[in-house]
């Protein structure tokens, strides 16, 4: 750098020495560190550059691709002097210029388009000492656009990123397949600023792609899987991307579009393809509503076709395990039979279905061997619990000392031998069905626990003091007579 900054005027020197210069510049690249974006940055530093280069006029001049219009980012002094000059004949110009009064330099960046740094001082300077000060201008000034423009796209991808994120974690949320189809094809449509958006299904038996959500028809889209751009990247396995002047206009299939009544301008297709490898699909967003689809869009859509296709094996798999256990439940509730047809069974028949319907505690009484527990089973697989846990606990088995345990869970370290924390049966059945057998044997204690469960929905673990709430129908069964164990004082009277 050299020792004078700057040039002198008509013999008169305007000197800025090596060391103000050279600090003039430091905070001009400091300044960037903090900026927010380019233009912002460009109109707060002009007024500094002005007074230091000792100038009539600073400003800064963008021209279009074309080199045919121009505009001014920023202007500090009296535009008046802006006329003197015509600034169309910077495009043949591709270096420092000195023409009259002004001082011309382009800044080679390519962050916001052909700008110009022009100049105007009180009288014509020479070229020599002008030169070397706004080549190093021009210098500091690129330099300091790259890092505003390098912290923009870290803070765009950062955002973007946990955008991604955020949209991801919604989609893994999902339990049902038509739900998370409409909620991807909305959230892609969202971000990528496009009209519309499908996820294409690929039936490999039926060599079909489903379009769900098909927008714009009744149902869903069904296609060859080998039509159009659709079918392109599902056997291809590579990504499409069409602009409104790409040669890959003449593959988008017309005769969706008119079915449809849409015309499709701008689209990129993807790959729906499980982490496996496992191809599912294809996910297309058409017509960017502003402009046409970029590379970083394509890149965009890659990362959330993978993101769907996770969510979407998610959620066959699901679906496909909770069919599985439906099936199970089915199997298991027709083997729960009561096998009769005299006038008591069928009463007791008709009795159950009917209460099968509600959540109300039941009381089972009757002697060993008459099926107590066939009943409480088919209470639970005749109603809406069917598809949760039915817990059986016979209450005579466990000693005294433990039935509060087993029944409402213990802490780590309530007792002796309690090492670890552990649920107990209201706990296991939460949303399902705890059938107490031989409920009369309880422990005055433990029944006055099991009216709190029935009162209030909610246990406290042994050694615990937060109240859990449980979602369990109770149903309980006794071979003894209550109202004798009442009067002996060994049954509460209001549970």
């Known amino acids: 750098m050299s020792d004078r900054g700057v040039f002198s005027v008509e013999g008169r020197a305007h000197v800025l020495s090596g060391a103000a210069w050279e600090r003039t510049l430091r905070e001009i690249l400091i300044a960037a560190c903090e900026a927010s974006d380019i233009v912002s940055y460009l109109q707060s530093q002009s007024p500094h550059l002005r007074r230091a280069l000792g ?43 000195t023409e009259g009064a002004w001082c011309l330099q382009p800044l080679p960046s390519d962050q916001i388009g052909q700008l110009w740094i022009a100049a105007r ?33 870290t803070l765009e991808q950062l955002k973007r990123q ?95 579009d008119k079915q449809l009544g849409y015309r499709t301008e701008t689209l990129i297709c993807v790959p ?54 439906r099936q199970i439940v089915d199997e298991a509730a027709g083997r729960v039979q009561l096998v009769g047809q005299s006038p008591a069974i069928i ?30 089973q088919m209470l639970h697989y005749l109603g809406d619990r069917r598809e949760n846990p039915f817990v059986a606990v016979n209450c005579a088995a466990i000693p ?11 802490e780590k370290g309530a007792f002796t031998d309690a090492h670890q924390m552990r649920p107990g049966k209201f706990e296991l059945a939460q949303n399902g069905t705890v059938f107490l057998d031989e409920v009369a044997e309880l ?5 006055a626990k099991l009216l709190r469960v029935l009162e209030e929905r909610m246990i406290v673990r042994v050694g615990g003091t937060e109240a859990i709430p449980v979602h369990a129908r109770v149903i309980t069964a006794t071979k003894r007579n209550l109202q004798q164990r009442m009067a002996e004082g060994r049954f509460r009277e209001d549970l």
């Open 443 to 447: 422990s005055l204690a433990a029944q």
């Open 55 to 97: 100038a009539q006029f600073f400003g800064l001049l963008v021209f279009s691709e074309d080199g045919r219009r121009y505009e001014w980012l920023t202007t500090i002094g009296e535009l008046r002097y802006a006329g003197e000059y015509d600034w169309a004949r910077l495009t043949d110009r591709h270096g420092f210029t």
């Open 400 to 410: 005294e000392s433990l039935a509060e345990s087993e029944l409402f869970g213990h």
């Open 121 to 153: 001082f009180d009288h014509a300077q020479e070229a020599a000492p002008v030169v070397e000060c706004f080549a190093e201008l021009a210098e500091v000034l690129n330099t300091a656009l790259q890092l505003i423009a390098e912290r923009t796209r």
């Open 162 to 256: 946990t955008t991604l994120l955020k949209i991801a974690q919604r989609w893994y949320q999902a339990r049902q397949l038509r739900p998370l189809l409409s909620e991807i094809a909305r959230a892609a449509a969202d971000f990528l600023h496009a009209d519309r958006a499908t996820i294409f299904l690929w039936n490999r038996e039926a060599k079909t792609l489903i379009g769900r959500p098909a927008l714009g028809v009744d149902d869903e889209l069904r296609i060859p899987d080998d039509a159009g751009i659709a079918g392109k990247v599902l056997h291809t396995g590579q990504p499409v991307r069409v602009t409104d002047k790409s040669p890959d206009q003449a593959n988008i299939d017309r005769r969706i």
């Open 347 to 376: 009463r007791v028949r008709r009795d159950v279905e009917r209460l099968a319907q509600t959540d109300l505690p039941v009381l089972i009484l009757g002697e060993n061997g008459t099926g107590k527990e066939v009943v409480a």
């Open 272 to 325: 729906l393809r499980t982490r496996g490898g496992r191809v599912l699909g294809v996910f297309e967003v058409l017509n960017k509503k502003d402009g046409n689809f970029t590379a970083e869009d394509e890149t965009t859509l890659l990362e959330l076709a993978e993101q769907a296709a996770t969510a979407l094996e998610s959620v066959r798999d699901y679906e496909q395990a909770l069919s599985t256990r």
